[in-house]
């Protein structure tokens, strides 16, 4: 629903309006709040009369239910050649759809995403030579669209991704346009290629942060070939662990440790820090599926990892999120998803502790997931003046993500909807909406 508002103009307001102007109801914008953020599904009238306004035929809202009638970019696709030209249609295709995907929900399976991971496993990567129209690209050309990497990163992380989302898809139409019709050596396109890849990546996490799960598809299936091409293994490694966390997030646990399992079989000889990251997303996805002795048996094989890093190693710049402070916040979802809410707290805490205030977005996160852990102890409480203390840092940096996780977590409270500090909390969640 949100990138429907995002290219109608439509604000919340605008939303009920349309509704109420056709049913005679009221036109409280919360309603379509939580229609975005909540997942609550609005009622047949209000869906109809939506479907009126877009000129979408109520048959397919019947047939495809919401929000799949919600007009969208057309389905991921995945068969392009793992090859330059491949990689220039997987971007060309991504570029011309992932804006205008409307669905909140994954368009690609497990199966067509294990195979994905699949093939970049096993296919050999192609030299990289251009001598397309256009001006010759030098290395300082390169060097300098480079340079904007960490401030995008920082953008990305500090705004949310439904702000951020639009300047990386810009980025990103801008370095394919190079590849496509400027000419450079098989090192420089390498480098065009990689970070191609790395501007995919990010604008495919500011879109699954969004709630906008097939573009984040779409960014992240056409980074993979570009990173292939580069012939970056940690690079496409990384993008997998992405696309494991997305089928976390929707339940797909036995897909999530497939491809969890690709990105560490795949990633080559890369930094102590690095094997840790991706070790921590295996152990996340073992303890979802319920397997203790293979998540504590990761756990331990990451923190030897981490005790290994050094200030002087060579990690890759996109590791800079992951230090101690998220270490141990991942470490804590492990333990919270296999039922030790107590172990779980410790490492939240410890990881709250450590992480730095500019991290409105990761302090939220956590925050959240803490009071989640209080409340399976016991200390309700508590819990609700974590989740009081986390509705600042959504609305500083907005996420779907985050705000669907204090949604979840102000469910599972063992209050009643008159007590005050609930009622109190309530009028708190409901300011997201405004």
């Keep these: 629903m949100s990138v429907v508002r995002d290219e109608q103009g439509w604000t919340f307001q605008d939303v009920v309006d349309i509704v109420a102007k056709a049913t005679r109801r009221s036109a409280d914008r919360r309603k379509a709040w939580r229609w975005e953020h909540w997942g609550v599904e609005p009622d047949a009238e209000s869906q109809a009369a939506l479907a009126a306004e877009l000129g979408i035929p109520m048959k397919e809202v019947h047939r495809l239910g919401w929000p799949g009638w919600l007009p969208d970019g057309g389905p991921v696709r995945t068969g392009f050649p793992w090859t330059r030209e491949g990689t220039l249609q997987a971007l060309d295709d991504t570029l011309e759809h992932a804006m205008l995907d409307r669905r909140g929900f994954m368009k690609l399976g497990g199966e067509a995403l294990t195979v994905l991971a699949g093939q970049w496993l096993t296919e050999d990567p192609e030299p990289v030579t251009a001598a397309l129209a256009g001006g010759r690209i030098d290395a300082q050309f390169v060097a ?13 992380a500090r705004l949310g991704g439904p702000r951020a989302r639009h300047l990386l898809g810009a980025e990103l139409d801008t370095v394919a346009g190079i590849l496509k019709e400027a000419s450079y050596t098989d090192r420089i396109g390498r480098r ?9 990546r990010l604008a495919g996490w500011s879109s699954f942060d969004a709630g906008l799960h097939a573009a984040a598809q779409r960014y992240w299936t056409s980074g993979l070939r570009a990173a292939h091409a580069a012939d970056d293994r940690a690079l ?3 993008i997998i662990k992405s696309l494991s966390l997305q089928c976390y997030d929707h339940g797909l646990f036995a897909d999530a440790r497939a491809l969890a399992a690709a990105a560490v079989d795949g990633v080559g000889e890369v930094t102590a820090r690095t094997l840790a990251m991706l070790l921590l997303r295996q152990a996340r ?8 002795a293979e998540c504590d048996r990761l756990l331990s ?32 979802t492990c333990h919270a998803d296999l039922g030790r809410p107590r172990l779980a707290q410790r490492h ?10 500019a991290k409105s977005r990761d302090l939220a996160t956590y925050t959240v997931q803490s009071a989640r852990t209080h409340t399976a102890l016991g200390d309700a409480d508590h819990a609700v003046h974590l989740l009081e203390t986390a509705i600042p840092m959504i ?19 063992p209050l009643t909807a ?7 909390l309530d009028q708190l969640l409901g300011t997201l909406a405004a």
């Design 348 to 357: 939240f805490a410890t990881a709250l502790d450590l992480m730095p205030a």
């Design 285 to 292: 996805a073992a303890a979802a599926c319920g397997d203790h």
């Design 418 to 424: 008159k007590d005050p500090k609930v009622q109190h």
């Design 192 to 200: 065009l290629l990689r970070l191609g890849a790395e501007l995919a």
């Design 236 to 238: 496409g490694a990384n």
């Design 144 to 156: 300098d669209l480079e340079d904007g990497l960490p401030r995008l990163r920082r953008l990305e």
């Design 395 to 413: 609305t500083a940096a907005p996420s779907q993500r985050n705000a669907a996780r204090a949604a979840a977590a102000r469910a599972e409270l």
């Design 301 to 332: 094989a990451a923190e030897t990892q981490m005790d290994r890093t050094g200030a002087g190693d060579d990690d890759p710049a996109w590791t800079g999120y992951f230090d101690a402070a998220e270490f141990h916040a991942q470490t804590a």
